[in-house]
């Protein structure tokens, strides 16, 4: 059996790392220390041992000698006791430590031995961390979006008091309840699909949901999401999450509000048109009677059909059919209200306006002049909304240049290529725009016309930027307006 001698004793105190001062139990003086205290402290043993309290520690009077007087009295009644002390070493460094002071009976004396280390380094720590918690308190406090953890199962492991404060929990502890639960149908799935996923590799993910406050308020959320796992054992699904209820709002009223538009305006059209048609399908069908009563009269004074009368009756048959080609276009145009993107000839969409355009042209002998581009210009659009455009457009020229004397009366439509971009424009020869007005043409509800409420130029900006174009206006020399949109060009269909 090992015995060690008392010189073994020594060597090991003095091979310690953790610093030991021996004080005499009675008059408190220092009687000795080891190597780690020396080297600390900056002293050789034959500087330490008459030195004072004043003479090793830091001057503050939380640190003045009678404190440490009373503290190494009470180890010696007591047994141990502890206190934070800071030293000050020979180069008048300050060294914050934890020390110890333990009652030892020695063969010669009693004695108190005095532990410490250094926690200087430890108590800058504390103190930022601190402070980083008293920020980070702050910030969370007033951050605008919630901070959650969620399992695998749609609980919530941890919520933010912004958290709470989004979801109106009122004080009420929400920690521990189901997050998932408090969602819609369709929200849920994806949820729980998202947390179910095999989750450490997984990177941030982004989710929307809806879910019902504890007012029983339905709220759209966005979230950031990422998997954690704390030392703490807090692991999960971090959400980082805010309230999105009002641009979803609003979103879904500018949609609805921009259909509504859309409605308005083909309807609009409709009446538009349905005057010029029916001015022009009365001149067909009243021929249509004439000669079909022609024909009755011949019928009535003949015994026998002749050629005049089966001429009557085919030049009725062509009216008619010219009447149904008239209405057969009108149908087409307005049968299906929704449409979807399509690629489709710029030159061709034109080509199918331009019958309405002369119509709305020949009552005021508006001459019309449509001069589409020479290559194809293949975009993808909305056929029935661009053409609604186009039509806008020359339905404004012709009112414009209605009352002007009949040289002036004359509208140009062309189509061009322009780089990347299918370009139209609309040129008349009128008064042009006045240099107030050019700014808010496209605004909704100018008009510069005394019964117009300014939607067809407000409508046509809202279908040109959804189609993820440009219109513009200016004016041209020496008199009159030009109205021009460009729509990106599409690359054109593979040919067969």
């Known amino acids: 059996m090992f015995t060690p001698q008392d010189s073994d004793f020594h060597r090991l105190i003095e091979a310690m790392p953790l610093c030991i001062i021996l004080h005499d139990a009675k008059t408190k003086e220092i009687l000795w220390a080891n190597a780690a205290a020396l080297g600390v402290l900056g002293f050789s043993l034959e500087e330490l041992v008459p030195l004072k ?37 020979k180069q008048g ?7 110890i002071a333990t009652l030892v009976h020695l063969a010669e004396r009693d004695v108190l031995m005095v532990q410490f280390r250094d926690i200087s380094k430890e108590e800058q720590v504390k103190r930022d961390l601190k402070r980083f918690e008293s920020r980070l308190k702050a910030f969370m406090q007033d951050l605008a979006e919630g901070v959650a953890v969620l ?12 958290g709470e404060r989004l979801l109106g929990a009122d004080g009420q502890p929400l920690v521990g309840q189901s997050f998932v639960a408090r969602c819609d149908e369709p929200s849920r799935r994806r949820l729980l699909a ?16 809806r879910i019902q406050h504890q007012d029983q308020s339905w709220h759209w959320h966005h979230a950031t999401c990422r998997y954690i796992e704390l030392e703490d054992d807090l692991k999960g699904h971090l959400l980082l999450f805010r309230d999105v209820s ?14 509504k538009l859309e409605y308005l305006a083909r309807h609009n059209a409709m009446g538009e048109m349905a005057a010029a048609i029916s001015h022009e399908l009365s001149q067909p069908l009243a021929a249509t009677r004439n000669f079909i009563e022609g024909a ?15 001429w009557g009756l085919q030049s009725a048959v062509r009216q008619i059919e010219h009447a149904s080609l008239i209405i057969k276009s009108v149908r087409g145009y307005l049968v299906k209200l929704e449409q979807t993107e399509q690629l489709v000839d710029l030159n061709e969409i034109l080509a199918e306006t331009r019958y309405f355009i002369s119509l709305k042209g020949q009552p005021s002998s508006v001459q019309i002049e449509v001069v589409p581009s020479q290559v194809p210009l293949w975009v993808s659009c909305e056929r029935v909304l661009i053409g609604q455009v186009i039509l806008n457009l020359a339905f404004n020229a012709i009112e414009e240049l209605m009352d002007l004397p009949l040289p002036q009366r004359v509208l140009r439509i062309y189509t061009s290529l322009s780089r990347d971009s299918a370009v139209l424009c609309v040129e008349d020869r009128g008064r042009g725009i006045d240099a107030g007005h050019q700014e808010k043409l496209f605004d909704g509800f100018f008009s510069s016309k005394v019964s117009g409420n300014g939607i067809g130029l407000a409508l046509c900006k809202n279908i040109i930027s959804r189609h993820r174009g440009d219109i513009w206006a200016q004016n041209v020399t020496p008199s009159g307006a030009m109205f021009c949109f460009s729509l990106p060009r599409a690359k054109g269909p593979t040919p067969a």
């Open 194 to 209: 998202n947390l179910q996923r095999k989750r450490p590799g997984r990177g941030a993910y982004s989710v929307h949901y």
């Open 93 to 99: 460094v300050d060294i914050l430590s934890e020390a």
């Open 296 to 310: 009755l009269i011949r019928l009535e004074h003949s015994d026998a059909p002749n050629q005049g009368v089966a």
């Open 246 to 259: 009002e641009q979803v709002n609003a979103e879904e009223a500018r949609r609805a509000s921009e259909q």
């Open 53 to 89: 309290a004043p003479d090793m520690t830091n001057p503050d009077p939380k640190y003045r000698r009678s404190v440490g007087l009373r503290w190494l009295a009470g180890a010696a009644r007591t047994g141990q006791r502890a206190i934070e002390w800071c030293y000050r070493s």
């Open 151 to 162: 399992a695998a199962d749609g609980t919530l492991q941890f919520l933010s008091e912004s």
